[in-house]
């Protein structure tokens, strides 16, 4: 069955750096999504993308944040100058029109800022 | 904005015995409710979904049923077993594609 795809899975940096993570929705998905976990809290919505631009995004997604599909396959989120609390776990998705709302979670990247 | 509440935060049940969770939505707009399992350290899995043309829905031993008027819906899973134990979350979505609001979890602990 096919899967998102998320790397890396861990990736340490030191508060102010920028880091990019990287994912690889389902092939025949059109709508990508990135969500995230901070420690023993719930999921939260960051943004959606669709048809190459933002289709939606949360107050969390400011201009520290950006995202993009560089090419056909990628699908990356870029946090520029992390902070402490950026700490999380990163969960890129992607969904499919026929399929309704129904979307499909990479395992994740887990950020840690120290 | 859409608020999704979900109780109770913890739960532990006897093998055997079911479970039920509850969630509350705020935005009478929102016409998509899925449940995700997640266990430690992986990614939420969809375990079952309604869409809110629909009063209930079954799947083996897992059902959701869904009150529209009262902006609520539930989980019930029957006859635990221990690898039931995970967190479950809830979540609501309107035509918005994959923004979805999620509960703040539930931390199923069967017991053998």
């Known amino acids: 069955e096919p899967e998102v795809t998320q790397t890396p899975s861990h990736q340490v940096t030191q508060m102010g750096q920028e880091v990019i993570l990287r994912c690889v929705p389902i092939?025949?998905?059109?709508?990508f999504y990135w969500y995230r976990q901070i420690l023993g809290q719930k999921v939260e919505f960051l943004v959606s993308?669709?048809?190459?631009?933002?289709?939606?995004k949360s107050e969390i997604f400011d201009d520290q944040f950006s995202v993009e599909r560089p090419d056909g396959s990628n699908f990356t989120l870029k946090i520029r100058s992390t902070k402490l609390e950026d700490s999380a776990m990163y969960f890129c998705?992607?969904?499919?029109?026929?399929?309704?709302?129904?979307?499909?979670f990479g395992e994740g990247s887990w950020l840690t800022v120290v | 904005g859409e608020n999704v509440e979900q109780h109770p935060s913890t739960l532990s049940v006897q093998e055997g015995d079911s479970a039920v969770i509850k969630c509350t939505y705020s935005?009478?707009?929102?016409?998509?409710f899925p449940w995700y399992k997640q266990e430690l350290g992986k990614r939420p899995q969809l375990i079952i979904d309604i869409r809110s043309n629909v009063g209930e829905k079954k799947d083996q031993r897992i059902a959701v049923t869904l009150n529209k008027t009262a902006k609520h819906f539930s989980l019930h899973i029957t006859e635990t077993q221990p690898e039931d134990s995970a967190v479950y979350f809830c979540?609501?979505?309107?035509?918005?594609?994959?923004?979805?609001?999620f509960g703040a979890g539930t931390q199923v602990v069967v017991t053998p």
């Open positions: 935005d009478s707009a929102s016409n998509y």
């Open positions: 998705a992607s969904s499919r029109p026929s399929s309704g709302n129904t979307i499909y």
């Open positions: 979540a609501a979505a309107s035509d918005s594609w994959g923004k979805f609001q």
């Open positions: 092939s025949n998905h059109l709508y």
């Open positions: 993308f669709y048809n190459n631009e933002i289709s939606e």
